[in-house]
């Protein structure tokens, strides 16, 4: 998109929601606040963060610019900058790309704006706090699952596996996959046949890498382990052209528990998802933020309580991380009992 073209967007959704332009450094309490800009909105999840985040920060009487990039370096740059020029005395940032989004950053603290990491870790830029989840924890969760249902299956820890990670370079598909890499390196029967990268988490991607293994392999392929919901759909996908989207076949796990996903766990083609839960991490990234867009001089240890510290190579990030769990055949009910998702929306009516 061009970049003119998404100021004067992002401008005129301002100018909708009734906020005021005016510099973070004239902005009163009164007047608090901030940006949140997600780096796309494929996945379904999506609508969830967008939602539990406004709703939190409006409920703490803050005004929300909102925005999301579709996967596009340059089309974030722009709405960042132009958050900046409406008032933002704070932003929280998903970054499209973690290795540049550094910059982002400093400018804004030249400005005096404050900015919040949230669900990836970017790195080389003064983050003020980030909140996500663990997403090492994510990938260790799938590839123990994996562990799991290769015993119970053959009754050893053998078989080929392909990893399919989400957009190169990105740190969190890098943490991720760095969780299910640590399981397969401790299992020597395990034999990694791909590790392929798919730019912008593209489902269609995903299926044709995953078409391309099972041809190369003759359909001798026991897992599929996928950064996201979408991948896995399009795994999912190659599998059924092969009549193998049966759980009992062929492993596949999936990350961000899509209502499409976790229809497939149910029907049995699917073995697990995890379920990054959304609401705890839009709601303490607004919370945050708010705090943050309030009182600009405030110390982040004053605000904040982190559960670790994490070095993004710029500076010692206070880091808020919250739950993920994996969602089998055995635990869906969990999803709907917390409102999630419907039980007809998981079974059918």
């Known amino acids: 998109m061009n970049i003119t073209r998404r100021h004067v967007l992002g401008a005129t959704a301002a100018a909708a929601a009734g906020?005021?332009?005016?510099?973070?450094?004239r902005a009163s309490a009164a007047a608090t606040k901030v940006g949140f800009l997600l780096k796309t909105m494929q996945e379904e999840r999506y609508q969830r963060d967008k939602a539990d985040f406004l709703a939190k920060a409006q409920a703490l009487g803050a005004t929300v610019l909102f925005d999301a990039a579709n996967n596009d370096e340059q089309a974030q740059l722009a709405s960042f900058e132009n958050m900046m020029t409406q008032g933002a005395q704070c932003i929280v940032m998903q970054p499209v790309n973690t290795g540049t989004a550094g910059n982002m950053?400093?400018?804004?603290?030249?400005?005096?704006?404050?900015?919040?990491?949230?669900d990836s870790m970017l790195v080389n830029g003064p983050l003020d706090v980030m909140v996500t989840q663990?997403?090492?924890?994510?990938?260790?969760?799938?590839?123990?699952?994996?562990?799991?249902?290769?015993?119970?299956?053959?009754?050893?820890?053998?078989?080929?596996?392909?990893?399919?990670?989400?957009?190169?370079?990105?740190?969190?598909?890098?943490?991720?996959?760095?969780g299910v890499l640590e399981i397969i390196k401790a299992n020597p029967g395990l034999e990694l046949v791909a590790d392929q990268s798919e730019e912008g988490w593209s489902s269609d991607k995903a299926m044709a890498t995953a078409e391309d293994v099972l041809t190369k392999y003759k359909n001798n392929v026991q897992a599929f382990i996928c950064n996201n919901s979408g991948m896995a759909r399009g795994v999912i996908a190659a599998l059924q052209g092969q009549n193998l989207a049966d759980a009992s076949k062929v492993f596949v796990a999936g990350s961000d528990a899509d209502l499409a996903n976790i229809q497939y766990v149910a029907q049995g083609k699917q073995a697990v998802e995890v379920w990054k839960q959304v609401k705890p991490l839009a709601e303490a990234a607004a919370e945050i933020a708010v705090?943050?867009?309030?009182?600009?001089?405030?110390?982040?240890?004053?605000?904040?309580?982190?559960?670790r510290m994490v070095n993004n190579g710029a500076v010692e990030v206070p880091t808020i991380v919250t739950p993920v769990v994996l969602i089998t055949k055995d635990n869906l009910n969990e999803m709907i009992e917390a409102g999630i998702y419907t039980k007809a929306q998981v079974y059918g009516a």
């Open 19 to 25: 906020t005021v332009f005016a510099s973070p450094r």
């Open 291 to 307: 705090k943050l867009a309030k009182d600009p001089d405030a110390k982040v240890a004053s605000l904040v309580k982190p559960q």
């Open 134 to 178: 663990d997403s090492w924890a994510v990938g260790k969760l799938q590839a123990d699952a994996m562990v799991d249902w290769l015993k119970k299956k053959n009754g050893d820890v053998k078989g080929k596996v392909a990893l399919i990670r989400g957009q190169p370079g990105d740190s969190n598909a890098a943490t991720m996959s760095g």
């Open 105 to 118: 950053v400093k400018r804004a603290n030249r400005d005096g704006i404050r900015v919040v990491g949230y």
